[in-house]
């Protein structure tokens, strides 16, 4: 039973923290809130994040779970397929799923983060400290030390527990590896970010196909675009940090309106601002976040990026963190003791979150350079027709992580390997899907991939 008057502190006003709120609030416990931003409800949209993300199944999920999915239903704008736009102007359309459902949807980050704030206070009474920032941990004495922005003073809050939904870099993950009580490491990318924006045109439209994700794939890097619900869409290129072409190569005006131009002439006649911005946008840092354990004694656990952010190339950080929240839920009945409950939040989630974090860096690969190869698109073609011919046994890949949230990365990335090998098998020597022996498909189906009711039942969920 739970203590109705037992409070929980959270670091970390996010869409994980948020969330965590909501779910403990609704269990009954006290639960505070403290976040080093001003509040977001009050201040425009933060600088250098993603303005948009691409919310699927598993995200979508959690947010049903708490009641705030149709809140968000008129700003999520659905993304069916990919458009891969070629270097002559050229398009492919590649859908995403094979049912009109599967769908991603992009979504404003500050619009989702302003409303899980919102309804966690408003709602269910979570109490939100803004500009209060954790600055470090007292294990042995069992208190964060959280300063107080605005009063320029360090308040003692006792750990009882603390959870950390501080982000990808985690205050909290750097104080318990700084006292030595987990072994964490930032793994970076050698490509960075930076945001670029396609506005409406001037009738208020759409100037790109709306319900898409674009992408500009040039091998070494690349350009996407997600829609925005206002006729706008956010582009993003994915460049290396050093190198040629390189961010740090890029820096004068010319250097940058010749890259531009010369790699993605169609979309620059899109963005009158592209040069300008690509000079004067921050270049955002990439990378994965792997720690272990993520929690210290019954005093602190970390949940979402913070104890293993990942790159965004599956769309899949935030999903995964939403999904986290969920796990945590289930945690607490598992166990009467806060130490026991991190303990099995850590063994059903860690190796599902190392699978995704390999799958998000996989497909960087997928998508700046092999969806624009006539090979990946017929393996493509022909995983969906497989998909079509034996339901329940072969889903693809990409499908197991956007659209079945009940498939855990684990089995999702153990069966994503067997299936690529199975379909680099089958359309080896074959340019079309006439040329595919779906005998011996249906052969080694059959043999290599149990049904999937049958591959969950045993194993751990979410
Ligand atoms: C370019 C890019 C694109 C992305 N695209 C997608 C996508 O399409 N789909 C998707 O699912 N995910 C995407 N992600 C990942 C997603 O942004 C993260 O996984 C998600 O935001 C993590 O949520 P979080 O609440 O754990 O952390 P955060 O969103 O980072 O929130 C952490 C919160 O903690 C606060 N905080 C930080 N330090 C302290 C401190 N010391 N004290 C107090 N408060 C603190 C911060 O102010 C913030 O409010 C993308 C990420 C990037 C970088």
Request: proline residues 6%.
């Amino acid at each position: 039973m739970t203590d109705v008057a037992e409070r929980v502190t959270i670091a970390g006003a996010g869409p994980t923290g948020a969330l965590l709120a909501i779910l403990l609030r609704r269990r009954g416990y006290r639960v505070t809130v403290y976040d080093a931003r001003p509040d977001p409800r009050r201040t425009p949209g933060e600088s250098g994040r993603s303005i948009n993300l691409a919310l699927a199944a598993r995200g979508i999920n959690a947010l049903r779970r708490v009641g705030i999915h149709d809140a968000l239903r008129d700003a999520m704008v659905p993304m069916r397929a990919r458009m891969i736009h070629d270097r002559d102007g050229g398009t492919t359309r590649q859908p995403y799923g094979r049912r009109p459902d599967e769908a991603i949807f992009a979504i404003s980050r500050a619009r989702l983060g302003r409303l899980l704030i919102d309804i966690a206070r408003t709602a269910h009474g979570v109490e939100f400290e803004f500009e209060h920032r954790l600055v470090d941990a007292d294990f042995a004495a069992g208190n964060a030390h959280i300063r107080d922005l605005r009063r320029n003073e360090t308040i003692q809050v006792p750990m009882r527990p603390l959870i950390a939904c501080d982000g990808a870099g985690s205050q909290m993950r750097r104080s318990l590896r700084d006292a030595g009580l987990i072994d964490a490491r930032e793994e970076d990318l050698a490509h960075g970010y930076k945001e670029l924006s396609i506005p409406a045109g001037s009738d208020g439209g759409y100037r790109l196909e709306r319900e898409a994700l674009h992408i500009w794939p040039r091998g070494g890097y690349m350009l996407i675009a997600l829609p925005n619900d206002d006729g706008s869409f956010t582009a993003t290129l994915f460049l290396p940090n050093r190198g040629d072409p390189g961010f740090d190569t890029l820096r004068g005006r010319e250097a940058a309106a010749d890259f531009l131009a010369r790699n993605f002439p169609d979309a620059l006649a899109l963005m009158p601002d592209g040069v300008r911005e690509f000079l004067e946008h921050p270049t955002g840092f990439l990378g994965t976040v792997h720690a272990a354990p993520w929690q210290h004694r019954g005093m602190t656990v970390l949940v979402g990026d913070s104890a293993h952010a990942i790159v965004p190339f599956h769309g899949q950080g935030m999903n995964c963190c939403l999904e986290d929240c969920l796990a945590f839920d289930a945690c607490i009945d598992l166990h009467d003791d806060w130490e026991a409950r991190f303990a099995a939040f850590y063994a059903l989630r860690k190796e599902n979150t190392e699978a995704i974090a390999s799958m998000a860096l996989e497909n960087y690969l997928e998508m700046r350079e092999r969806v624009a190869d006539p090979g990946f698109q017929l393996q493509n073609a022909l995983s969906r027709e497989l998909e079509r011919r034996h339901p329940g046994r072969f889903i693809p890949r990409y499908s197991m992580v956007m659209f079945h949230p009940e498939i855990p990365y684990r089995l999702a990335a153990s069966r994503g390997l067997v299936q690529s090998r199975l379909l680099a098998r089958l359309t080896a020597g074959a340019a079309s899907l006439g040329q595919i022996d779906f005998d011996e498909a249906r052969r080694e189906v059959e043999a290599q991939l149990p049904p999937i009711d049958q591959a969950l039942s045993s194993v751990m969920k979410l």
